[in-house]
Structures are given as structure tokens and as C-alpha cells.
């Protein structure tokens, strides 16, 4: 019984979620079986993991049907029950969270019902609601449902027909679906430049083109994706700070998943930067990863591995040392999938120890990790060679330039953009090392001017490597 779609959902549940859920089942309402009641009461004793043995299909039947004979077919129907009620709870629940619907809906029972006086009074509570909501896409979508009712509702006044409730149905309609367009097209546009992922982006040209001088000043949401849009086609740093200038100034009027959105816009734009040597980024990019940590964003269980290690490494770039010590003591258990907790944590660990200059440290636990996806192995290589250097270990650093270029050369998911960009760190790497050996000693030694002319003529700067190959050339004695 543990890997029944049941505790599956179960184990999902909050501690109130499953007191709740204890509850809907003995309602009468919505369940008169009673071996299905004692079936919830059993199960739920084992709340939130349900990880035991006692949770074996014949020790639930006798519990639930006594000294009755067991019956396969018995246990499992009553499972498959409250499956099933742990389904039309996960229903009841999201209706519930929807409170402008559910309000609309009641209107329009009480529209279907004729009860007049009593939608009149509705619709001003609804109304007031309304005035009070976050102009986000939900809103403006129950705008147009309230919009469409009342045009149903008020559709004479004494001997005249409302055409005025028509235009208005019209005008929420179109708020609501330029919203949704301007989100669409942004996350669409982000995903394209970030991901590499092309889009069928219907109608875009004359949707910019429209919004392009309108104010919208009733619809922050708008002017939030607009600007988006602007950013991901100029990466220009005036639409970033426009952004972030919309950002405070909406703060109490933007939903979670607008705040959200922005902060993920903000977080690529800044490695943007940084890809491109600005270095004053890693501020900026902390600032966006640390508030989506505040403003819990990310599940508690659910810190996928990718991301754990960009807001820790951020942290520590833009010298919050003890921000990420604190970030990696609380909420390393939180790290997902499971399996990669002892490499994420390893890891940390080793660049924290990597930027305090602890370089035996650093090479211990990075010798520890053993990632399989392609991009934390080539983040191991390349600061575990940038160790062997700043060490003058310039034979392991050789060694370890001709280790990378066979993996980047075997590996097939590594873009070839990427490739370049590391090989191309791997070239200078490898001369400064050679000018090393050589006995090179004087900072105006031609091959080494002629160097760091190169170096500065990168065109990428993957994991900082740029900056950190200028910073050694320039300090090469």
C-alpha cells in the first residue's frame, strides 16, 4: 500500500491538509462508508511519511474489517475510494483558494435563480472586492466574468437596452488577454534567449506596437511584461533599471507570480552581465536570488540542486560569506533530487573554501562530488584547475587542461558556444603556465603584453573564467 497513488497524494498534505482531510471524509456529505472512514483514520495515523511496514495491505484489512477473511479486492476498492475523495478534496481545496470565482459563481446561480435583490447586493460586495485585488492576469479575468454576468443581468433599464454593459464586457475582455498575451510573449522571449528555445509568437509585432506609447497605468502587470520585453530584445541596462524601478514602485500592487517573474528576469540579466565581465552584478544577482528565498518561492522540500548552488555561489561573489553559511546550515535538507545532496553540500562547501583561498580544503571536497549532469562536472574542473595554478602546480594544471579538453571534446549536451568559450579559457590557462615554466619574470615580457591583449579580447566569460584570467595575468609575478 505505501506506492498506492493514495499516499502518494497524502504525503503531500500539511498537517492541517490532512486534519482537514480526516474531516471531508467523515462528512456524510461527501462519504456514508464507513470502512472507507476507518480506512482514512488508519492511514492517517502514519502521517507524513508513511513509511512503515504496518501500512501492508493485510494489516490495513484487519484493522478495517476485523477478523473478516482478507480479500484483495475488498482492500483495494476501499483504497481506490478514498483516492478518490483525496481527489474531490485537492478540488474542493483549489475552488476554495479561487475566491473571486467562487463569489461570480454565487452570482450567477443567483442570477439563474432570478433572485434579484440578492444579486443586487452581491454584486456590490463584488465590487468592493474588486477594488481592493491585485491587478494581476487573475483579476482582470474575473473582471470579465463579472463583466459578461452583469451584461446577462442588466441587460434592460426600465424600457432601454444597456448597450454600455456590452462595451465593458469588451474592455475587461481586453485587458485580460493582453495581460495574458504581454505574459506569454515574455516568458516566451526569456525562454528563447536563456534556453535557446524558438516560439510561435503570433501577433507580436502588432501587440508591441500598440502598447509601445500607452500608459496603462490601472494595470501594472502590463507595464511589468512590457518592460520585460524590452529588456530581453535591448539588454540595455536603462530597461533593467526601468524594471526594477517598476518593481518598487507596484510592490503592493503586483501579484507573488509577477514579483517572481521579474525576479528571474532580473537574475538572468545580471548573469548576462557577468558573462560579459561586469562584475558589479554578483550584487544585483544575489539581491534577486536572496528575495525569492525570502519571499518562499521555492518549496521548503523542494530546493532543486541547479539553483541551491547558484544562491549559494552568488552569496559568497558578492561577499555574503555568512549569508551562504547560514543559507547551506538550513536548508541543505531541502535539496532536490535527494541523490544529490551530498554533492551539492560537498561542493559549497568547496567554493566557499575555493574563495577564502583554503585550497587543500577546496580540492578535498570537490574530490568528493560526482554530478552527473554536464554543467556542475565542467564547474568542478574549472575551479579545481584554477586551484592547481594559483598553487604553481603546473604539472597537475597541464594534466588537468588535457582532462578537460577530452571531456568538453566527448560530451555531447554541451553546446557548442559553451565549448568554445571553455576551450578558449583552457588556451590562456595553459600559456600562462607555459610562461611559467619558462621562468618568465618580468611583467613587461613581450609574450606575456601580447597575453593579456588576448585575454582581453575574450568574447565570453564562462564561471568568471575571463576576469580571473585578466586578474592573473596582470599579477603574474
Given at each position: 500500500?505505501?506506492?498506492?497513488?493514495?499516499?502518494?497524494?497524502?504525503?503531500?498534505?500539511s498537517?492541517?491538509?490532512?486534519?482537514?482531510?480526516?474531516?471531508f471524509?467523515?462528512?456524510?456529505?461527501?462519504?456514508?462508508?464507513?470502512?472507507?472512514?476507518?480506512l482514512?483514520?488508519?492511514?492517517?495515523?502514519?502521517?507524513?511519511?508513511?513509511?512503515?511496514?504496518?501500512?501492508?495491505?493485510?494489516?490495513?484489512?484487519?484493522?478495517?474489517?476485523?477478523?473478516?477473511k482478507?480479500?484483495?479486492?475488498?482492500?483495494?476498492?476501499?483504497?481506490?475510494?478514498?483516492?478518490?475523495?483525496s481527489?474531490?478534496?485537492?478540488?474542493t481545496?483549489?475552488?476554495?483558494k479561487?475566491?473571486?470565482?467562487?463569489e461570480?459563481?454565487?452570482?450567477?446561480?443567483?442570477?439563474?435563480?432570478?433572485?434579484?435583490?440578492?444579486?443586487?447586493?452581491?454584486?456590490?460586495?463584488?465590487?468592493k472586492?474588486?477594488?481592493?485585488?491585485?491587478?494581476?492576469?487573475?483579476?482582470?479575468?474575473?473582471?470579465?466574468?463579472?463583466?459578461?454576468?452583469?451584461?446577462?443581468?442588466?441587460?434592460f433599464?426600465?424600457?432601454?437596452?444597456l448597450?454600455?454593459?456590452?462595451?465593458n464586457?469588451?474592455?475587461?475582455l481586453?485587458?485580460f488577454?493582453?495581460?495574458?498575451?504581454?505574459?506569454?510573449?515574455a516568458?516566451?522571449?526569456h525562454?528563447?534567449?536563456?534556453?535557446?528555445v524558438?516560439?510561435?509568437?503570433?501577433?507580436?509585432?502588432?501587440?508591441?506596437?500598440?502598447?509601445?506609447?500607452?500608459?496603462?497605468?490601472?494595470?501594472?502587470?502590463?507595464?511589468?511584461?512590457?518592460?520585460?520585453?524590452?529588456?530581453?530584445?535591448?539588454?540595455?541596462?536603462?530597461?533593467y533599471?526601468?524594471?526594477?524601478?517598476?518593481?518598487?514602485?507596484?510592490?503592493d500592487?503586483?501579484?507573488?507570480?509577477?514579483?517572481?517573474?521579474?525576479?528571474?528576469?532580473?537574475?538572468?540579466?545580471?548573469?548576462?552581465?557577468?558573462?560579459?565581465?561586469?562584475v558589479?552584478?554578483?550584487k544585483?544577482?544575489?539581491?534577486?536570488?536572496?528575495?525569492?528565498?525570502?519571499r518562499?518561492?521555492?518549496?521548503?522540500?523542494?530546493?532543486?540542486?541547479v539553483n541551491?548552488?547558484?544562491?549559494?555561489t552568488?552569496?559568497?561573489?558578492?561577499?555574503?560569506?555568512?549569508w551562504?553559511?547560514?543559507?547551506?546550515?538550513?536548508?541543505?535538507?531541502?535539496?532536490?533530487?535527494?541523490e544529490?545532496n551530498?554533492?551539492?553540500?560537498?561542493?559549497?562547501?568547496g567554493?566557499?573554501?575555493?574563495?577564502?583561498?583554503?585550497?587543500?580544503?577546496?580540492?578535498?571536497?570537490?574530490?568528493?562530488?560526482n554530478?552527473?549532469?554536464?554543467?556542475?562536472?565542467?564547474?568542478?574542473?574549472?575551479?579545481?584547475?584554477r586551484?592547481?595554478?594559483?598553487?604553481?602546480?603546473?604539472?597537475?594544471?597541464?594534466?588537468a587542461?588535457?582532462?578537460?579538453?577530452?571531456y568538453?571534446?566527448?560530451?555531447?549536451?554541451?553546446?557548442?558556444e559553451?565549448?568554445?568559450?571553455?576551450?578558449?579559457?583552457?588556451?590562456?590557462?595553459s600559456e600562462?603556465?607555459?610562461?611559467?615554466?619558462?621562468?618568465?619574470?618580468?611583467?613587461?615580457?613581450?609574450?606575456?603584453?601580447?597575453?593579456?591583449?588576448?585575454?582581453?579580447?575574450?568574447?565570453?566569460?564562462?564561471?568568471?573564467?575571463?576576469?580571473w584570467l585578466?586578474e592573473?595575468?596582470?599579477?603574474?609575478?
Open positions: 500500500m505505501k506506492n498506492t497513488k493514495l499516499i502518494k497524494v497524502l504525503k503531500t498534505f498537517r492541517s491538509e490532512a486534519l482537514k482531510f480526516r474531516e471524509v467523515l462528512s456524510p456529505f461527501y462519504n456514508k462508508n464507513r470502512s472507507v472512514m476507518k482514512c483514520e488508519e492511514v492517517l495515523r502514519f502521517h507524513p511519511d508513511y513509511n512503515t511496514d504496518e501500512l501492508s495491505d493485510e494489516n490495513i484489512f484487519r484493522k478495517v474489517f476485523g477478523n473478516e482478507y480479500e484483495y479486492f475488498k482492500i483495494k476498492n476501499i483504497i481506490s475510494d478514498l483516492y478518490q475523495l481527489e474531490m478534496f485537492l478540488k481545496s483549489a475552488f476554495l479561487k475566491d473571486l470565482e467562487n461570480i459563481d454565487l452570482l450567477n446561480e443567483l442570477h439563474e435563480r432570478n433572485l434579484d435583490t440578492l444579486y443586487i447586493q452581491k454584486e456590490k460586495q463584488l465590487r472586492k474588486l477594488d481592493a485585488a491585485v491587478r494581476d492576469e487573475i483579476f482582470f479575468y474575473a473582471k470579465y466574468l463579472h463583466a459578461k454576468l452583469n451584461t446577462s443581468h442588466f441587460k433599464e426600465k424600457t432601454g437596452y448597450f454600455g454593459q456590452i462595451q464586457e469588451f474592455d475587461t481586453f485587458d488577454s493582453l495581460t495574458s498575451l504581454l505574459k506569454l510573449y516568458k516566451m522571449l525562454n528563447k534567449n536563456h534556453g535557446n524558438n516560439f510561435d509568437m503570433k501577433m507580436f509585432d502588432s501587440v508591441r506596437d500598440y502598447i509601445k506609447d500607452r500608459q496603462f497605468e490601472d494595470n501594472p502587470s502590463v507595464q511589468i511584461y512590457r518592460q520585460s520585453i524590452n529588456l530581453e530584445l535591448s539588454k540595455d541596462e536603462k530597461d533599471r526601468t524594471l526594477l524601478d517598476l518593481k518598487k514602485k507596484f510592490a500592487r503586483l501579484s507573488d507570480e509577477d514579483i517572481y517573474y521579474i525576479l528571474l528576469v532580473t537574475n538572468s540579466y545580471s548573469v548576462y552581465r557577468l558573462k560579459l565581465g561586469d558589479s552584478y554578483y544585483d544577482r544575489f539581491k534577486s536570488l536572496a528575495e525569492i528565498l525570502e518562499k518561492f521555492i518549496p521548503d522540500n523542494n530546493f532543486l540542486f541551491f548552488i547558484s544562491t549559494f552568488s552569496a559568497c561573489m558578492a561577499g555574503e560569506t555568512d551562504a553559511v547560514n543559507f547551506l546550515e538550513s536548508h541543505q535538507n531541502s535539496i532536490s533530487p535527494q544529490e551530498h554533492n551539492t553540500v560537498n561542493y559549497c562547501r567554493f566557499l573554501a575555493y574563495r577564502l583561498n583554503d585550497y587543500e580544503s577546496a580540492l578535498d571536497y570537490f574530490s568528493r562530488t554530478f552527473r549532469l554536464f554543467l556542475m562536472k565542467v564547474m568542478v574542473k574549472s575551479y579545481t584547475l586551484i592547481y595554478y594559483e598553487q604553481d602546480m603546473h604539472e597537475q594544471t597541464l594534466s587542461i588535457d582532462a578537460f579538453r577530452h568538453l571534446k566527448s560530451e555531447d549536451q554541451i553546446a557548442d559553451q565549448k568554445i568559450a571553455h576551450y578558449e579559457f583552457l588556451k590562456f590557462i600562462l603556465t607555459r610562461l611559467k615554466l619558462d621562468g618568465v619574470k618580468k611583467n613587461n615580457d613581450s609574450r606575456l603584453v601580447i597575453l593579456r591583449k588576448e585575454i582581453n579580447k575574450m568574447h565570453s566569460n564562462p564561471l568568471g573564467s575571463k576576469n585578466i592573473k595575468s596582470e599579477n603574474f609575478l
